[in-house]
């Protein structure tokens, strides 16, 4: 089965700077996907980016951006000039390649404050 | 743009009383999810649901929980004789039909007294 682990229960940052988010996983599988969900107070769930295993390339997504080490199984996201609305708990996901209704497997969370 | 919605935002309940949450997926998609969030954890996976059978459930899942696709809009989660441990966050979602990504409605939570 695969787990997912972030390490960082909380974080903090200042308006316009930039900050990292950890993200490490465990699996057998070669084929994968991998997204970064946010969480603001209303609880709802929204997704960031994603990152296919098989690109090597990083996701980007305007001010967001991970790095991603398929050999190290780390998937890290920077969030570059934070906004006071980045503030918000932020889930590191799994997902299979097999089949499309594949479940996500999620991390902890790391709650990230935004300070003005 | 097309969302997942789900209703009630909030439900309260009696313990051992049964309750029914439900969602309206985005209207094209053909996989759907119900995830469990109790408060300061993670969100977990309960069970997804494809071509109205379950197509996986967790270990979470049990004979109390039971899904169902009623017509062809609404997706609902039943919970027979509820616990207090039932109370939770419960999450919504859905994909397309090649899609990668799972959208999410906004909750529903769940207090069981």
């Known amino acids: 089965a695969q787990t997912v682990t972030q390490s960082q229960p909380e974080m903090s940052v200042q308006e316009a700077e930039t900050v990292t988010l950890s993200c490490t996983y465990d699996?057998?599988?070669?084929?994968?996907?991998l997204f970064w969900y946010k969480q603001p107070p209303s609880r709802q769930m929204i997704l960031v980016i994603r990152?296919?295993?098989?690109?090597?390339q990083n996701a980007t997504e305007n001010r967001f951006s991970v790095n991603f080490q398929k050999a190290a199984k780390s998937f890290s996201l920077k969030i570059s000039d934070s906004q006071l609305g980045d503030a918000a708990m932020y889930f590191c996901?799994?997902?299979?390649?097999?089949?499309?209704?594949?479940?996500?497997?999620f991390g902890e969370g790391t709650q990230l404050t935004v300070n003005p | 743009e097309p969302e997942v919605t789900q209703t009630p935002s909030h439900q309260v309940t009696q313990m051992g009383q049964e309750v029914i949450l439900r969602c309206v997926p985005i209207?094209?998609?053909?996989?759907f999810y119900w995830y469990r969030q109790i408060l300061g954890q993670k969100v977990e996976f309960l069970v997804s649901?494809?071509?109205?059978?379950?197509?996986?459930k967790s270990e979470i899942f049990d004979d109390q929980f039971s899904v169902e696709r009623p017509d062809g809009s609404n997706f609902t989660l039943k919970i027979r004789s509820t616990k207090l441990e039932d109370s939770a966050m419960y999450f919504c979602?859905?994909?397309?039909?090649?899609?990668?990504?799972?959208?999410f409605g906004a909750g529903t939570r769940l207090s069981v007294l």
């Open positions: 996901a799994y997902r299979t390649w097999e089949t499309s209704g594949s479940r996500l497997t």
């Open positions: 699996t057998s599988e070669s084929d994968y996907y």
């Open positions: 990152q296919e295993a098989y690109k090597q």
């Open positions: 209207s094209n998609h053909l996989y």
């Open positions: 649901f494809y071509n109205n059978e379950i197509s996986e």
């Open positions: 979602a859905s994909n397309a039909g090649t899609g990668v990504i799972q959208y």
